[in-house]
């Protein structure tokens, strides 16, 4: 691929200032894209990133902040829904407010960025939206209804903006990481009594033996973002060391 694959073309990337954003944020610019960072903490940001501040569970911050980076750079070609919080627990473990929470961040979130996105998608020739799923979408993870659902309902979500959109040139994909190895994740372990066993335990779980690493997701993403992908729509691309597509279980 060429380093230069995304030249000429602009990128948002919501929860770019953090784990599995960053570094998809980092591999678009390298690979020539002007990126804009969507972020509850894009102050952050490292030098040279064109950061907005956003909240994905607010419209009027989403429409404000997706217009100022396609003014900033002149348009806008391809939108990366990332931006997500996690939760633990069965139904009877999470409240009403928790689920509204959740859903309010992973799944409308892409729908209000996307929605704010699409008129300047419309003018581009190489528009494309990829959508940060998990495998706890289909793989029915105890401990993980809400965060479950939310993410069943981006593969979902994915697959009808995948078919609404295909006839006007908009590609939408969406990617499944496995356990990735994030600050999300640092933070609990962090909160387990033995931090660094509870990482081996973790790792050991995993089919591969090891954590999904942000930038393995990150070149996932970049592949379904690219104009080399165009004939590409609809498609969930799991990066979870094989787990999806052996059927295997985290256990
Ligand atoms: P992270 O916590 O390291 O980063 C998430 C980023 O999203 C942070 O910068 C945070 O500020 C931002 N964010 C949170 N709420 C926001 C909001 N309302 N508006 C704007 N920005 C907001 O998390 P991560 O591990 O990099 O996860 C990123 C995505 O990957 C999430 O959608 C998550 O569900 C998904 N995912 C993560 C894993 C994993 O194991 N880490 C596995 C599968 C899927």
């Known amino acids: 691929m060429s380093a230069a694959e995304f030249s000429g073309l602009t990128a948002v990337v919501t929860g770019g200032a953090s784990g599995i954003g960053a570094a998809i944020a980092a591999l678009l610019q390298e690979r020539g894209?002007?990126?804009?960072?969507?972020?509850?903490?894009a102050e952050g940001l490292p030098a040279g990133q064109f950061g907005v501040r956003c909240d994905v569970s607010d419209d009027a911050s989403v429409r404000a902040a997706v217009s100022a980076v396609a003014e900033h750079f002149g348009g806008l070609d391809i939108v990366i829904n990332n931006a997500g919080i996690g939760a633990q627990g069965t139904i009877e473990?999470?409240?009403?407010?928790?689920?509204?929470?959740?859903?309010?961040?992973?799944?409308?979130g892409m729908v209000r960025v996307s929605r704010a996105a699409l008129p300047w998608l419309r003018k581009s020739s190489a528009a494309a939206i990829?959508?940060?799923?998990?495998?706890?979408?289909?793989a029915g993870l105890p401990q993980r209804a809400l965060y479950g659902a939310s993410k069943g309902a981006v593969l979902s979500l994915t697959l009808s903006m995948a078919a609404?959109?295909?006839r006007e040139g908009i590609r939408v994909n969406c990617v499944n990481p496995g356990t990735a190895d994030t600050p999300w994740v640092g933070r609990l372990l962090d909160s387990a009594t033995d931090p660094q066993a509870e990482r081996a335990a973790l790792?050991?779980?995993?089919?591969?033996?090891r954590l999904v690493s942000a930038q393995e997701v990150a070149a996932a993403v970049a592949y379904?973002?690219?104009p080399l992908a165009?004939?590409?729509?609809?498609?969930?691309?799991?990066?979870?060391?094989?787990?999806q597509g052996l059927r295997l279980r985290p256990i």
């Not at 894209?33 to 509850?40: E, H, I, K, Q, Y």
């Not at 473990?93 to 409308?108: A, G, M, Q, T, Y």
């Not at 990829?130 to 289909?138: E, F, G, K, L």
């Not at 165009?230 to 787990?243: E, H, K």
């Open 203 to 209: 790792e050991a779980r995993q089919p591969h033996g």
């Open 230 to 243: 165009g004939s590409t729509s609809g498609t969930s691309l799991a990066v979870d060391g094989g787990m």
């Open 33 to 41: 894209a002007s990126v804009g960072v969507l972020d509850l903490n």
């Open 93 to 108: 473990d999470n409240s009403d407010e928790e689920w509204h929470r959740v859903w309010d961040i992973n799944v409308l």
């Open 224 to 226: 379904l973002a690219s």
């Open 164 to 166: 609404d959109h295909l």
């Open 130 to 138: 990829v959508n940060t799923c998990s495998i706890a979408a289909t």
